[in-house]
């Protein structure tokens, strides 16, 4: 199974920021829509940001708009995830994903997840 590699988690105070990478092998998921999902203790799965299979449109959850940003590299085919201007509230786990559809990724399911990364936010 092709497993998807997330890293740049970690802990951190309000206002600051953290750069999320995650690694994508080979040409896997050429036509599938990529993002971020997240799921804090006790919540459910929030849909992040993530971008269309063809790479032309980019949604964000309104609660990061302005404060994250997702871009992607085809060359070594990494997805990142700059996040800034952090909050409590974002505090959870961080899955990479992938999707035909990418309006399943914007309801919070995919088919294809990453292991998931922590991001702690402390006040």
């Not at 995650?22 to 050429?30: E, S, Y």
């Not at 990142?80 to 201007?85: A, C, H, V």
Request: with cysteine; net charge negative.
């Amino acid at each position: 199974q092709v497993q998807m590699q997330e890293s740049g988690g970690g802990r951190v105070q309000v206002g600051g920021s953290l750069r999320l990478t995650c690694v994508v092998p080979g040409r896997t998921f050429v036509e599938n829509a990529m993002g971020w999902i997240r799921q804090a203790p006790g919540k459910e799965r929030e849909f992040v940001a993530g971008i269309d299979w063809t790479g032309s449109t980019t949604y964000y959850a309104d609660s990061v708009k302005g404060r994250f940003t997702f871009s992607s590299t085809t060359i070594d085919n990494t997805r990142y995830l700059q996040m800034d201007s952090l909050e409590p509230d974002d505090t959870g786990t961080y899955y990479c994903v992938a999707d035909p559809h990418i309006q399943r990724l914007r309801s919070g399911l995919a088919d294809y997840w990453g292991q998931g990364t922590q991001v702690t936010v402390s006040s």
